[in-house]
């Protein structure tokens, strides 16, 4: 296998490349599908299920990746919410940590950057089998 070639994902611990933009058979490129997989845990959902689209590692990742964020974000808001005032201004504060991370990998997955979340990022990883 050639270390170049766009078809091979990257070994497990390296941060791969930035991703060319391709046309699948579905009509939209991955960096496409892999931003769109960031609108709702649905669409990720629907990119996972889809043929051409499960096939590609980078899709899977950002896929994964937003399935498992959109989790833990979930879980977070649900925890804090019975704490008073404490944790309902840290709740507050993590609204506007997690907008900003969910932009940020969304207009990374646009241009094609694979952009690990620190703990998520490793988790969707493992699990897209990159």
Request: aromatic share 14%; hydrophobic share 55%.
């Amino acid at each position: 296998m050639d270390s170049n070639d766009p078809n091979v994902p990257p070994p497990y611990n390296a941060v791969p490349p930035t991703q060319a933009p391709s046309v699948t058979a579905g009509g939209l490129s991955e960096n496409s599908a892999a931003a769109l997989s960031y609108l709702t845990f649905i669409p990720a959902i629907i990119f996972l299920v889809i043929e051409p689209y499960n096939k590609s590692a980078f899709v899977r990742f950002n896929a994964i990746q937003c399935i498992a964020f959109s989790v833990v974000a979930f879980g977070a808001h649900i925890v804090l919410i019975f704490i008073p005032i404490i944790g309902w201004l840290i709740s507050l504060v993590l609204t506007v940590v997690f907008f900003v991370l969910w932009v940020m990998c969304l207009m990374k997955a646009s241009k094609g950057e694979w952009y690990k979340l620190p703990i998520v990022g490793d988790f969707a990883m493992g699990q897209a089998k990159v």
